[in-house]
């Protein structure tokens, strides 16, 4: 059984620059969420898709988008970088949603630098 | 005010000591309380889960949930030097859309030989 990873693990981008991260659930799970860590924070809730749709979101700006392919892997998009951005972009994966408490198993994040 | 609250450390104490790790938080909705362990450059890793108030125990590790107080704590015992890193406390609300989680700032823990 193959946990969480992310892909890449580094990124430098430019300010107003566009980005795409990618995530690959653990075998079983239907459920990714993505967050956002700022250095020296915790991790803050972006949003989280649920067979292929985004069934819930956290305060980030529409900006940040995602998909979610037919095998529950993921992407995360950032239009138009901003400095603010530069965090590690975690992405776990669960199985189902809601009702009761399911574990979310985190990958090892993608660490963004935006200059 | 943030709806976790969590002392960011860092917290220094030697190997074998007894470690205590403390959030406070303002949401009562919030129904599952977890504690995650993230070494430098990794994804956080679950170590302990309650759903109610009271004490959970695994190994070295116990969890408390005082639901009341909205705090909770958890203990380390034996601290190692392979305990160093940092520690979130982390709440999700039982709702019927989606499980969000709600994570503290995390707290510095280093155990020195």
């Known amino acids: 059984e193959t946990g969480v990873t992310q892909s890449p693990t580094h990124l430098i981008k430019t300010r107003g620059q566009q980005v795409t991260l990618r995530c690959s659930s653990q075998?079983?799970?239907?459920?990714v969420s993505w967050y956002q860590q700022a250095l020296g924070q915790g991790p803050q809730f972006i949003f989280q898709?649920?067979?292929?749709?985004?069934?819930g979101r956290g305060n980030f700006p529409p900006r940040f988008s995602g998909l979610q392919f037919p095998n529950y892997s993921s992407e995360l998009n950032v239009n138009a970088l901003e400095l603010d951005d530069s965090a590690l972009y975690l992405c776990?994966?669960?199985?189902?949603?809601?009702?009761?408490?399911?574990?979310?198993?985190f990958g090892p994040g993608t660490r963004l630098t935006v200059l | 005010q943030k709806e976790v609250e969590q002392d960011p450390g860092p917290l220094s104490v030697p190997e074998g000591a007894i470690v205590s790790l403390n959030c406070t938080y303002s949401?009562?909705?919030?129904?599952?309380f977890m504690w995650y362990r993230q070494y430098s450059r990794k994804g956080p890793e679950l170590l302990m889960y309650?759903?109610?108030?009271g004490n959970k125990e695994d190994g070295r590790f116990t969890a408390q949930v005082d639901k009341s107080s909205k705090y909770i704590s958890l203990f380390i015992r034996d601290s190692q030097p392979s305990d160093s890193a940092t520690y979130l406390c982390?709440?999700?609300?039982?709702?019927?859309?989606?499980?969000?989680?709600?994570f503290g700032t995390g707290t510095r823990l280093l155990v020195s030989p």
């Open positions: 776990a994966s669960s199985w189902g949603t809601s009702g009761t408490y399911n574990e979310q198993f």
């Open positions: 982390a709440m999700s609300v039982r709702n019927t859309g989606f499980q969000k989680l709600v």
């Open positions: 949401n009562s909705a919030f129904q599952y």
């Open positions: 309650t759903y109610s108030s």
């Open positions: 075998s079983g799970h239907n459920t």
């Open positions: 898709y649920y067979r292929e749709e985004e069934n």
